[in-house]
């Protein structure tokens, strides 16, 4: 079993910046990736960003050269840095991670005024 906890949304005016962070914990060396996902209103949850163990990472085409996904060495906290918000970045953001079962977070609102 893993535990997710996020924090770090808020609101923030549009070109601004947020970091959001997830602390894991539990059977923390079964897991294999770890990311991020955002669910909009009325809109399916979709991937933003992830990070495989071995430190290969992958983005959403919307977030490329905007999110920097990153992680401690523990693995115990992951990072989403969003730089140069916009209002279409407004959602729900979730911590994911996989172990072959998929963990969820609670989720962190992330508001973004134009």
């Known amino acids: 079993q893993v535990r997710l906890v996020e924090s770090g949304g808020g609101l923030v005016q549009a070109g601004g910046s947020l970091r959001l962070s997830c602390a894991a914990s539990g059977m923390l060396f079964r897991i294999s990736t770890m990311a991020w996902y955002r669910q909009a209103p009325g809109k399916q949850r979709e991937l933003v960003a992830r990070?495989?163990?071995?430190?290969?990472?992958n983005y959403a085409d919307s977030v490329k050269g905007r999110f920097g996904i990153s992680r401690n060495n523990d693995w115990n906290t992951l990072y989403l840095q969003m730089n140069s918000l916009k209002p279409e970045d407004t959602a729900v953001y979730y911590c994911?991670?996989?172990?072959?079962?998929?963990?969820w977070g609670q989720g962190t609102q992330v508001t973004v005024s134009s």
């Open positions: 990070i495989t163990r071995g430190g290969s990472t």
């Open positions: 994911n991670a996989q172990d072959g079962t998929y963990y």
